[in-house]
């Protein structure tokens, strides 16, 4: 901290602890993995397990990626999965946030609602997708759906436990300023659950995918599950592992992206 | 040194009968005191006196049962911007930096100007953060912290600060640091001031008057006034006057902390202790 060195000799404490990778070396651990990962897998299906109907290797996938791309399929899967997932992730995690931002406000919201979210929660809701398809039609909108119900829900439980778990302390703190109950829900609880609720977003990615995906194989005229399924039928076991690394890929990215966003979000957190 | 009779100002800060229950727990009885304008005051007693409920309802963070506080003559009941609390936990806002935590107060009450800025400025120097406004609390030492909370209240410029154990919670080598800072401080910016501690040293080398509280129910025992000079300094604490103050006030608290001790000892084990930390 060179910095305050020479502002002040009186430099902050700072905890001492594991030194942690940096920049390029952290960069490296990760792609490491990865590629270590795809060897492995690359190696196991080429030497133990040789039959292709039970493992494709990478290799192979990337060949029927490279396939599916050449004739359009590929792209056309990402951007009507793409649009599928975007649109509900974008639904659910502002319908969660807000009522997620009243349950916690208002005990009686809170009351009314909460058995229905625990509830929903835990319900395996892929196991209705099929009606949400009859409902909906095989369409964007069903699977629309199907990412709502499995996002929103995590979304409301997190915003609401962010809110929820405010430090009383500071609310005092606010309070004795004079603080009306307006700034101390967007002066103190708003920020102290915003890491809450972009915890619950960077989960809700996850999720979301799966949502597309279920909704998909549930019935479709097109999308990454459409490919799966399709694949799956016939036993072109390096179209499905295309489907799913691609799947695979969108994880890991939009996982990093909102990391990326927590940084920014919430700067006190992280070490700067 | 000031003149400190009371009778020539009007009280800064005027309480009367004061009390408080928390259910059938009588917390605070008929607590009656006058403050003057620019005096610091020390406020000892066993823990569980109610000392802290005292300073709360002072600020408005409690209401009370009985009594009255006013403030210039004001009844008052409720926080306002004459008044400004430091916590014994540092209470700072994580997600805001040095700068932004220092002008919370102002922020709220929608004071934020040039020149409330600049007064903000200077008591950030003065609490020596100068040049670490951009820093995060979870950067800054305990001292760093704590002088921070206290720049946050000073910069709301209220008329009456009320401390809680502010260095409660600091090392015993900053604590002593920290005591001539606030004293330094003080000094150039004249506040009234109740200063609450579990230090007698800490009370008599800081303040103009010690009121001691007594047991549960709290009430003022003793209201001394300590006639050391000012500006103190630190060697001030081994004077043979500094030694009678803390002696004199510790035998008067001595039994009735002792008390509390083993009825702690004796409850400790047991149910539900109310109001803990008082």
């Known amino acids: 901290m060179a910095v305050t060195a020479r502002i002040s000799p009186q430099a902050p404490a700072r905890k001492k602890k594991m030194r942690r990778p940096r920049g390029l ?23 133990v397990i040789r039959n292709s109907l039970f493992l494709a290797t990478p290799s192979q996938s990337f060949v029927s990626m490279a396939k599916l791309w050449s004739t359009g399929t590929l792209q056309n899967a990402i951007v009507v999965s ?33 058995p229905w979210v625990s509830g929903l929660y835990a319900t395996p809701i892929i196991a209705v997708a099929p009606l949400l398809i009859l409902w909906f039609g095989v369409g964007i909108w069903s699977k629309i759906a199907v990412v709502i119900s499995l996002v929103i829900f995590p979304m409301i439980i997190s915003t609401e436990a962010g809110i929820r778990h405010t430090d009383q302390q500071l609310v005092e703190a606010a309070r004795s300023f004079g603080a009306t109950q307006m700034q101390i829900f967007t002066k103190v609880a708003l920020p102290s659950a915003l890491p809450l609720i972009l915890a619950g977003l960077r989960l809700g990615v996850g999720r979301g995918l799966i949502g597309v995906v279920v909704g998909e194989l549930a019935g479709a005229r097109a999308g990454i599950g459409y490919l799966i399924n399709e694949a799956s039928q016939v036993f072109n076991m390096p179209q499905l592992f295309a489907g799913v690394i691609v799947l695979a890929a969108a994880g890991i990215f939009l996982t990093a992206g909102f990391e990326r966003l927590e940084r920014v979000l ?7 | 040194m000031r003149s400190m009779h009371a009778s020539q100002v009007a009280h800064k800060l005027s309480i009367r009968h004061l009390s408080k229950c928390f259910r059938d727990l009588e917390v605070l009885s008929d607590i009656s005191v006058d403050v003057s304008e620019g005096e610091f005051v020390g406020i000892v007693g066993p823990s569980g006196c109610g000392k802290t409920t005292f300073l709360r309802i002072v600020d408005g963070l409690e209401s009370a049962d ?22 014994q936990n540092d209470s700072l806002f994580p997600w805001r ?18 020149h409330t800025r600049k007064r903000v400025r200077g008591l950030l120097e003065l609490v020596g953060l100068g040049g670490f406004e951009r820093f995060y609390p979870r950067q800054l030492s305990g001292g760093m912290r704590q002088r921070l909370n206290l720049a946050r209240a000073l910069a ?9 154990e502010p260095f409660a919670a ?3 080598q900053t604590r002593e640091i920290m005591q001539t800072e606030l004293l330094r401080i003080w000094e150039a910016t004249r506040a009234t001031v109740l200063f609450i501690t579990h230090q007698i040293d800490e009370a008599v080398y800081l303040s103009d008057r010690v009121l001691v509280f007594s047991r549960r129910p709290g009430k003022i025992q003793e209201d001394i006034r300590i006639e050391l000079p000012r500006p103190r300094e630190f060697k001030i604490k081994r004077s043979a006057e500094f030694t009678a103050y803390v002696a004199r006030i510790w035998t008067l608290i001595e039994n009735a902390v002792r008390e509390s001790v083993m009825e702690d000892r004796l409850v400790s084990s047991s149910s539900e202790r109310p109001e803990s930390g008082t």
């Open chain 1, 25 to 47: 070396t952290r960069a490296a651990y990760t792609w490491g993995s990865v590629i270590t990962g795809l060897a492995a897998w690359q190696l196991f299906g080429m030497y």
């Open chain 1, 82 to 114: 793409g649009e599928e997932f975007i649109v509900g992730f974008l639904i659910a995690s502002v319908a969660g946030i807000i009522i997620g931002l009243f349950t916690a406000t208002f005990d009686r919201v809170s009351l009314v609602l909460s």
């Open chain 1, 266 to 272: 919430v700067p006190w957190k992280s070490d700067a």
């Open chain 2, 66 to 87: 009985d009594g009255e506080i006013r403030i210039d003559g004001r009844v008052t009941t409720k926080p306002g911007p004459d008044r400004a609390f430091v916590f």
């Open chain 2, 97 to 114: 930096n040095v700068w932004r935590n220092a002008t919370m107060g102002l922020e709220i009450q929608g004071r934020l100007r040039s």
């Open chain 2, 156 to 164: 709301v410029n209220p008329e009456v600060l009320l401390m809680d």
């Open chain 2, 170 to 172: 600091l090392d015993a």
